[in-house]
């Protein structure tokens, strides 16, 4: 099997259907994290298309849509989860399950919100994610949200990563507005994060 079979089907919906099914998912904190809901209070533009790739149980789109935006979709790769979203969310309008693998989507977004996704990727995918995110994102779009930085001593996902790692990444296709260490994460990852506010160089 070559590399790249391998890149495409290790982390695929029956890996994180499984996660969910047995009550495997640490990255889990139970609400919408401090660095996204502060910077979506921030937003005074409601009409933002907003995309959430990898989203869990979406406490995120929860958050979203409770401060005002309606057009947010969610994205995860695991049916077992996205089947309980779209229960969850029935008769939210605002909110958009989708149940795809986050490479093969189309759409156009202005805004992506990344929190827990680009850590569950092999990282041999990282810049084929900053590519596809490129690709995602309308003339002026962004995408914004926590980085891990930090080196996990097992063998992920999660997996971790560096600035300037990072850095190298997404150069090439944002402009970096802000990557730094995150001020303001929740106390289990204080001093272990970055946040990321990227602008499309569409």
């Given amino acids: 099997m070559s590399k790249e079979k391998k890149i495409s089907t290790k982390f695929d919906g029956d890996f994180w259907n499984s996660r969910y099914m047995s009550g495997q998912t640490g990255w889990d904190i139970g609400e919408a ?3 996204i809901k502060e910077y979506i209070d921030q937003l005074s533009d409601k009409s933002l298309s907003i995309l959430i790739p990898g989203c869990g149980n979406a406490y995120e789109a929860e958050y979203i849509s409770s401060a005002g935006f309606d057009n947010i979709t969610v994205i ?3 049916d077992v989860l996205t089947k309980d979203l779209e229960k969850k969310f029935e008769g ?4 958009s399950v989708v149940n795809q693998d986050y490479f093969e989507h189309d759409g156009k ?3 992506i919100i990344e929190q827990t996704f680009f850590c569950a990727i092999d990282p041999s995918m990282r810049v084929k994610y900053a590519e596809k995110t490129l690709d995602l994102l309308t003339e002026k779009g962004k995408l914004v949200g926590v ?3 930090k080196d996990f001593d097992k063998e992920g996902p999660p997996f971790g990563g560096s600035e300037e790692e990072y850095r190298e990444i997404f150069t090439k296709h944002f402009h970096i507005n802000v990557l730094e260490k995150c001020r303001n994460s929740i106390t289990p990852r204080s001093g272990g994060e970055v946040f990321i506010n990227l602008k499309s160089k569409k």
């Fill in 33 to 35: 994290s401090t660095p």
């Fill in 76 to 78: 995860d790769i695991s």
């Fill in 92 to 95: 939210n309008s605002s909110i």
């Fill in 109 to 111: 977004y202005d805004l």
């Fill in 147 to 149: 980085l891990f930085d």
